[in-house]
């Protein structure tokens, strides 16, 4: 179930970012020839005016079709011949929908259950405040007593757990000591019992990594502000994160432990564990990686809606077109050397998970 709901949001994702092309180029007075769900072969089609649109056998997303975009055409709706401006804002629109779905999500959130956020020790008054499990290190009494990623502390040894230092605290008093650990995990709330190592390098004494976190609500007027203030400090986050990436591959060193790239295999087991955490947490981690999706999108690669907007920009400055041969050959190139990537990605999200 968790799977399917996994693999569904990230559908649902790239169909509303083909949305976000199919109604720009309506906008504009392009000729849609298909607006596909999933990838052909297509299984059912309905023709609707100028436009096909179909289900397709590979549940992946989806797809549009205009007249004039991939071969040159002189029919007055074709894409080809439409302005500079609208052609990008056609290309471009895709992408922004990602960023507008993430400013809904918080924005929606913010109004209702509160946007799930990690917060402080010291930090009051947040509603649904509580220390949560992110991590368990193998070989550990945490392990051994069979607490699970996305589990919620309740109390250790009958002390209730509000703040990470409480945990480290009460571990301390029990270290070498059998105690019980009563933890939430979804609706049920289970009694474990464990024995917190008397010492350790890290202090990590029931071999756990933790976070504190709480819902932070907004007024319905002050959420769609907010969704925008949290759509832009995970965009900037996400870039600043990238370029120490970036410079640390240049200067020749080791990215950071533990550092890992995640392809759609990858992406689509997170969701699947957060979906345990709860719905708001869901919900966020999938504003977060529409931010992603949109990111990748603006890349100048040509196989990307970031190469063709580029094109586009560099169509402008040459005051014409590149030739179309050139241009099919370099989308074609890029699309073919993001294919190993892709599959040297996949293949390692499935290592990980044997």
Do not use: C
């Not at 004039?68 to 895709?94: T, Y």
């Amino acid at each position: 179930m968790t799977l399917a709901v996994a693999l569904l949001s990230i559908g649902i994702l790239i169909i509303l970012h083909e949305l976000g092309h199919f109604l720009a180029a309506k906008k504009f007075g392009v000729k849609v020839e298909e607006f596909g769900i999933g990838l052909p072969p297509r299984l059912l089609g309905k023709k609707y005016g100028e436009t096909l649109y179909s289900v397709n056998a590979l549940p992946i997303g989806g797809f549009v079709r205009m007249e004039g975009e991939e071969k040159r055409s002189d029919a007055p709706g074709s894409f080809n011949r439409k302005p500079l401006w609208q052609r990008f804002s056609i290309v471009a629109a895709g992408v922004i929908v990602f960023w507008v779905i993430s400013v809904v999500i918080f924005a929606v959130l913010g109004a209702t259950t509160g946007i799930p956020s990690a917060i402080g020790d010291d930090e009051e008054n947040v509603a649904g405040s509580h220390v949560r499990i992110i991590g368990i290190s193998s070989d550990s009494p945490a392990e051994k007593s069979g607490l699970q990623f996305g589990d919620t502390i309740l109390s250790i040894g009958g002390q209730p757990i509000l703040k990470i230092r409480e945990v480290r605290e009460v571990s301390k008093i029990h270290a070498g000591q059998e105690t019980s650990i009563v933890i939430q995990r979804g609706s049920e709330q289970i009694s474990l019992s464990l024995v917190p190592r008397e010492s350790h390098p890290n202090d990590e004494l029931i071999g756990v990594s933790l976070t504190r976190a709480g819902n932070v609500k907004y007024a319905w007027y002050e959420s769609p502000w907010q969704g925008l203030v949290r759509t832009w400090h995970v965009t900037s986050s996400i870039f600043e994160t990238l370029g120490m990436l970036v410079s640390r591959l240049v200067g020749g060193e080791e990215l950071p432990a533990g550092t890992q790239i995640a392809g759609p295999v990858g992406i689509v087991v997170l969701l699947k564990d957060i979906f345990a955490l709860g719905m708001p947490w869901f919900l966020t981690f999938v504003a977060t990686i529409s931010v992603y999706l949109a990111i990748f999108n603006t890349l100048p690669i040509p196989a990307l809606d970031g190469g063709r907007m580029f094109f586009i920009l560099l169509e402008g400055v040459r005051r014409k077109p590149l030739p179309e041969k050139l241009e099919r050959r370099l989308i074609l190139i890029s699309f073919l050397a993001l294919i190993p990537f892709i599959l040297w990605v996949t293949v390692n999200d499935i290592l990980r998970l044997l």
